[in-house]
């Protein structure tokens, strides 16, 4: 169901829109009710492969980047503290000083993004509050928030580029580490890294397999995915902005590498991850192997053992485990047979 929090403030006239002039939307997510917009001027930015695709499929104009003049901008701020300050920065660069109006939740840090906005000395509205959450309008010189804006940090591990609310965006998650260091010593032809992130996974194992023929990154997450462009320079990468989800290779894998999500929200929701781990077995030849890492209470054994012949644990520490699957099991609906 929608939250209606914002349609309230507009309704109410807690929050009001320039009569004329194009809207830039940042960051709304599929479910996000967008009812009370004109949507003849609005544009929606939205780098999340599913939600852009949603947003699309209902008529809305939607880019990856803001492209055009705007007399307004409206936020929806994601989790990342980072990433919300960012956010903000833009639309009132992309606005030219605003009005901007900004939605979003307490457990997104929706209070603290307000005072933050009154301490760059924005000129704030009245706060409307419902549903455990604010709609807040600013206005203000987007010199003032100049340092909101990302700024070129140190590399990760002196090599690595990653960007505000990208996933584990400070450092090399350990995880995707346990999931290198767990493999095997010779990979070969067709691998796919799924829910690839800003690429450390394929970037280590493109430089120690040299036989792998071809390296298949596929990222929902697009400021992830041109992380990981700019991360794995090698030839044999190709790189995919896609809900895995629903995502199919142009040939079957030899062998499939996953870091799965289970959350896009604070709460944790298994299915997500269960869909990686069906996309792994539908993207495999018959003979594949999937090579997977989660957190250790996840019961990811049983839903593999219905998707393929082997599963074993073969890595891991006290909170991850590292799987191998391989067999993808024949004539179910994730099966695919090889092709050249």
């Known amino acids: 169901m929608a939250d209606t929090r914002l349609t309230l403030a507009l309704e109410s006239g807690a929050a009001s ?21 004109p949507k003849g001027r609005v544009q929606i930015v939205q780098g999340f492969a599913p939600d852009h695709t949603a947003w699309a499929g209902r008529g809305w104009d939607v880019a990856i980047k803001a492209q ?4 307004a901008a409206l936020v929806f701020i994601p989790r990342a503290k980072a990433a919300a300050r960012a956010r903000v920065a833009e639309a009132l660069t992309l606005s030219g000083g605003g009005p901007v109006i900004v939605d979003g939740t307490k457990t997104d840090g929706v209070d603290s993004l307000l005072k933050a906005c009154k301490a760059q000395g924005a000129d704030l509205s009245a706060v409307f509050a419902k549903a455990h959450g604010k709609v807040f309008t600013l206005t203000g010189d987007p010199a003032d928030f100049s340092d909101w804006m990302p700024a070129e940090v140190d590399l990760i591990d002196g090599r690595y580029r990653t960007a505000p609310g990208v996933f584990s965006a400070d450092g090399i998650d350990r995880g995707s580490a346990l999931l290198v260091q767990a493999l095997p010593p010779r990979l070969k032809g067709r691998v796919a890294d799924l829910g690839a992130g800003w690429g450390y996974i394929a970037a280590e194992v493109l430089a120690a397999h040299p036989e792998i023929a071809e390296m298949h990154l596929v990222e929902a997450d697009h400021a992830a995915l041109e992380c990981a462009q700019a991360n794995v320079a090698d030839p044999r990468a190709h790189f995919h902005w896609a809900d895995v989800a629903a995502f199919s290779l142009p040939a079957a894998a030899d ?6 999500p289970f959350h896009v929200s604070r709460a ?11 996309a792994a077995a539908r993207n495999l030849a018959a003979h594949g192997k999937a090579f997977i890492v989660a957190n250790r209470h996840l019961p990811y054994e049983r839903d ?9 644990e ?6 991850f485990k590292v799987l191998r699957a391989a067999r993808p099991r024949k004539g179910g609906p994730a099966h695919r047979p090889r092709r050249s």
Do not use: W
């Open 68 to 71: 055009g003049d705007f007399s």
């Open 268 to 278: 944790a929701d298994p299915d997500i991850g269960r869909a990686f781990l069906g």
């Open 255 to 260: 062998v499939v590498l996953c870091n799965p």
């Open 314 to 319: 073969i890595g891991g520490d006290a909170g």
């Open 304 to 312: 593999l053992a219905a998707l393929f012949v082997e599963v074993e």
């Open 17 to 37: 829109l320039p009569a004329d002039g194009r809207i830039v939307v940042l960051g709304p997510p599929a479910g996000a009710d967008l009812a009370a917009l």
